[in-house]
């Protein structure tokens, strides 16, 4: 009888000590759910934008390709004949004119002063910088835009304004790291032919259960019992909702038990409504590429080609049938099975009386009526590495943000394919290349550019195939920079106030000793000048010249000019330092040559314009876009200008002068980089609209034999002449007041002559 008692009060109290830790695991699993619903982190992706699409005052561009693109982005076209002077356009409308009735003042001001003319409203945008929606008017004289305007109001007199802009594109989408494509829409906007064949075939009592089913489970259990593993599911839209939003799809008892009182605790907290909401919005449907489709408006435009609101009742049932299994259903691989679990899903539409037995025989007989599947499109990787490395940095959330970068698109694709032709070129051309690809060796590169007005990143490469290796080289990879670090000692000089680009500097070999070493400068080639003008010394990168000019300056001074152009490492002060033999990333070289583009106005660069958070507040502005914000510069502008004038004889007679026809397109300025060892190649330069910085060589540090010359310009040429023909408008360095152009004689005797500004 005792062992009894006993045998009852243990099992009481083991019963207790489970009921009351089932008690705390509960409370803690709603509290979970409830922390999840208010922060708003189900799956939360992040969104990408391009940076805005913009043509500006000056630049050669029919109104025929302006309304193309405005149609590809949806835009409507309004008809002028009926448009009339009291109306006005809606975000997303365009107006063509040639004439109107009774035109109105803004319509009057578009028609006399244009050949053609088009009035545009911009479409809604989270961009914070294009939030006003204003009216933008759009004036050409023969195929060249030659004035815009703006208003933000019927009633406001149209100012003129540089560039029209377009919002930017979305141009990817990640759950944590996996690429999507997702678009989300209110339960509302989806057809109810869409929800109920949804409904139909996964869960058509949904409206009645609290989130479990135990109908289907008990049915489950016995498919389950009779067959092997955890074959038969028999989950709810909600239960299916759970294992999407909090855990994963792995078939286990474990899995399945938590997935059971989440489901409970859900229809608790957030409406049916809500639930079947966020299900049609994230539910797998499909993969395009690398990216998952998401959500029926997503599947809707990669089936179909349009939006889900143009859906019939066929289509709808097609989206439903994939959703069971994706790859299974898959159209381009199965479409018997496709066509039999459509079948099926109309089926179940007409049992639960949604849908007559004439439209189920119609549709039925209709066939899938798949449009072409769309490639997927290009996630830019290593542009996007960086933003998300910047996004760290600056201590931003990575999940739920909407960030709005620098990203040109274009720009992209044109440096990626440049980047390309050379690598493989040099791999089939050079013997050294050849012998070290033989060897397993593979050549690589990066590409960095951006917007010298505001030091916006537009492109970034860190190697040729993410894919192979996620090491991103344009920021992570720390090389020599050899001669590209020798504009800066020039500044350095032109700062003194002692030296002009005609100064004569000594160009003789010579020996310089420090701390019991010697250090012996050496020319390319071993040739030297004896005597040349600073320019000559520069364009030509020589050596000795340069060495003797900063040890003469003081290296400390040329540090100091360094980090005043936005040099953050800290570098050894050491002669060497002269001719580039210390260590930094391509990103750190845009860096420089940015303040040089901008005449020392130090705009740090970034690839960030604009950050909101998940509830679309503001996180992150970009300061460089602030126009009432002054950049100090701490270099005289006209010692920057002349220096810049010394670095456009790089490509008239110096080391880029391969790439001389660059010259008769824009005006650009740059400087080719060697390390002495051969081991890095770079080339950094600029117009007055783009900064970009080049680099090729080895990861391993493997001498290539290739020169700045001969390995990155090859890169940087091409792809800065390309960039330029999309808006090829021939912008010039400025001159400041009291410089003048001079043309300079040849000197040495066998150089062309150099026009220098000078005072």
């Known amino acids: 009888m005792k062992t009894i008692k006993l045998l009852l009060w243990t099992s009481l109290g083991i019963a207790s000590l489970l009921l009351a830790w089932m008690c705390v695991w509960l409370f803690q699993l709603s509290d979970e759910v409830q922390s999840k619903l208010e922060s708003k982190t189900f799956l939360p992706p992040m969104h990408f934008y391009a940076a805005p699409k913009m043509w500006a005052v000056g630049q050669s561009l029919p109104i025929l390709d302006v309304v193309q693109v405005l149609r590809d982005r949806g835009y409507q076209a309004r008809d002028a004949e009926t448009f009339g002077a009291n109306q006005r356009l809606q975000p997303a409308e365009f107006l063509q004119l040639s004439q109107v009735s009774n035109p109105d003042q803004i319509q009057r001001l578009c028609l006399t002063a244009a050949s053609s003319c088009l009035l545009l409203r911009n479409k809604k945008t989270l961009d914070p910088g294009l939030k006003d929606l204003p009216l933008q008017i759009v004036v050409w004289r023969d195929e060249k835009i030659s004035q815009i305007f703006r208003t933000t109001s019927g009633d406001e007199k149209p100012s003129d304004f540089p560039v029209v802009e377009l919002e930017p594109l979305l141009v990817a989408q990640f759950l944590g790291q996996e690429p999507i494509q997702q678009f989300h829409l209110s339960l509302g906007e989806i057809p109810t032919l869409c929800l109920r064949s949804v409904l139909a075939i996964e869960d058509a009592r949904f409206l009645e259960h609290q989130g479990v089913s135990m109908t289907s489970l008990a049915r489950a259990f016995v498919k389950n019992l009779l067959g092997k593993g955890y074959s038969q599911g028999g989950s709810t839209i909600t239960q299916q909702l759970v294992k999407n939003y909090f855990l994963t799809p792995e078939k286990t008892l474990r899995r399945k038990w938590k997935e059971f009182f989440i489901a409970l605790i859900l229809e608790n907290k957030i409406s049916k409504d809500q639930i079947l909401e966020t299900y049609l919005n994230i539910i797998y449907l499909g993969q395009n590429g690398i990216f998952q489709v998401r959500g029926f408006p997503a599947a809707s435009e990669f089936y179909f080609g349009k939006p889900i609101q143009g859906l019939d009742l066929n289509s709808c049932a097609t989206l439903a049938a994939i959703l069971n299994s994706p790859g299974l259903y898959d159209p381009t691989k199965r479409p018997e099975l496709l066509w039999k679990r459509r079948n099926l899903v109309l089926e179940k539409l007409f049992d639960n009386n949604w849908i007559t037995a004439e439209e189920k025989a119609n549709a039925q007989a209709q066939a899938l009526a798949l449009a072409p599947r769309p490639q997927s499109i290009e996630t830019f990787p290593y542009y996007l590495d960086f933003v998300q490395k910047e996004l760290k940095e600056k201590g931003m959330p990575l999940e739920g943000v909407q960030v709005f970068t620098g990203l040109q698109p274009t720009h992209q694709t044109i440096a990626q ?127 000795t010249a340069t060495a003797k000019l900063g040890l003469d300056l003081g290296l400390e001074n040329v540090v100091k000019t ?159 002449q390309k960039i330029f023909e999309l808006d090829p408008q021939k912008l010039q360095f400025s001159a400041p007041e009291g410089l003048k152009k001079k043309s300079i004689e040849p000197t040495p005797p066998d150089q062309e002559p150099a026009e220098l500004l000078v005072e």
């Not at 080289?473 to 720390?478: C, S, V």
Request: aromatic fraction near 12%; proline fraction near 5%.
């Open 417 to 543: 394919e440049s980047l390309q032709k050379t690598l493989s070129g040099l791999e089939k051309e050079n013997k050294k290349i050849q012998t070290l690809l033989g060897q397993g060796k593979k050549l690589e590169a990066a590409w960095l550019s951006a917007q010298v007005s505001t030091g916006l990143i537009q492109a970034v490469i860190g190697g040729r195939n993410f894919k192979n290796t996620q090491f991103n080289r344009a920021r992570e990879a720390d090389r020599q920079v050899g001669s590209i670090v020798k504009p800066f000692i020039f500044l350095t000089a032109l700062n003194t106030g002692k030296y002009s680009p005609v100064s004569i500097l000594n160009d003789q070999p010579f020996t310089y000793q420090y701390q019991n070493q010697s250090w012996s400068p050496e020319n390319y080639y071993k040739e030297y000048y004896q005597e040349v003008p600073m320019y000559f010394a520069l364009k030509n990168s020589l050596n």
């Open 562 to 720: 360094l980090q005043q152009a936005g040099l953050q490492k800290k570098i050894e002060i050491l002669p060497s330092l002269l001719l580039g033999a210390f260590e930094l990333k391509p990103f750190e070289v845009l860096q420089l040559y940015q303040s040089l583009a901008n005449r020392g106005s130090l705009r740090k660069a970034s690839a960030l314009r604009f950050v909101l958070g998940s509830q679309n507040q503001s996180l992150y502005s970009n300061p460089n876009l602030n126009e009432g914000l002054k950049f100090d510069s701490p270099w005289e502008e006209k010692k920057v200008a002349q220096l810049i004038s010394m670095m456009q004889q790089t490509f008239f007679s110096g080391t880029a002068k391969t790439f001389k026809n660059l010259t008769q397109q824009m005006e650009v300025a740059g400087k080719t980089g060697t390390t002495s060892d051969y081991k890095d190649s770079w080339f950094a330069g600029f117009n007055p609209q783009t900064v970009a910085v080049a680099w090729v060589g080895f990861d391993d540090n493997t001498p290539s034999g290739l020169t700045g010359a001969s390995g990155a310009l090859p890169i940087w040429g091409p792809t800065m």
